[in-house]
């Protein structure tokens, strides 16, 4: 895989492939970040997830796996806040982390899913029946409601299966485990794994109320 330069973004939560990310960009050295994304070619910089330690002020481990962000949408506010809607686009690898100039800069590639492994389309459709059923029981425990109505899984397993992984109510190390797959079958797997847990988990507390 060919090797690029990309600006990047680390943040506490990972972002997967077909996921929206809403920013409210203040901090300086982001805000010339995103000015200078808006005005190259192509309006993308990486993601990647904060494994130990905090981004502001350095220190802060990250994770190597990535996924590039197409800017859709960004509007400057009249406080000098920055709002930015990015869309997941591809997953990438961090070949090598930069020194920090100005902001965050790495040398990626690109990291597709294995082209050979498929996922039957019945068995996204029980994971995804499983994920609405455990997301259910997550909102009686004070959880965000649930709202699927207007999904619908893309006929490419790769990409339905990390609708799937964006929409479960897990944390950021399990999506990041999915995120680092080789290919929709083991991403399945795990979630369906992480997602046994979190409902044996709610039926325990259910059970305690």
Known sequence: MDTYRLPMFPLGTPLVPGALLPLQIFEPRYQLMMSDVLTASEPEFGVVLIERGHEVGGGD???????VARIVDSQ?????????????????????????VEYPVALVSDWPDDPHENVEAAELVRTFDHLIEVSRL?????????RFDSVELSVDPTFASFQLVALAPIGPADRQRMLNCDGPVRRIQLLEESLGDVEAACQFRLQED
Request: avoid cysteine; charge should be positive; proline fraction near 5%.
């Open 61 to 67: 481990i990250r994770s190597m796996v990535g996924t």
């Open 76 to 100: 400057l506010l009249a406080d000098g806040r920055r709002m930015v809607i990015a869309l997941g686009t591809r997953r990438m690898r961090v070949d090598e982390w930069l020194a920090d």
């Open 138 to 146: 997550v909102e009686r425990l004070g959880g965000p409601i649930p």
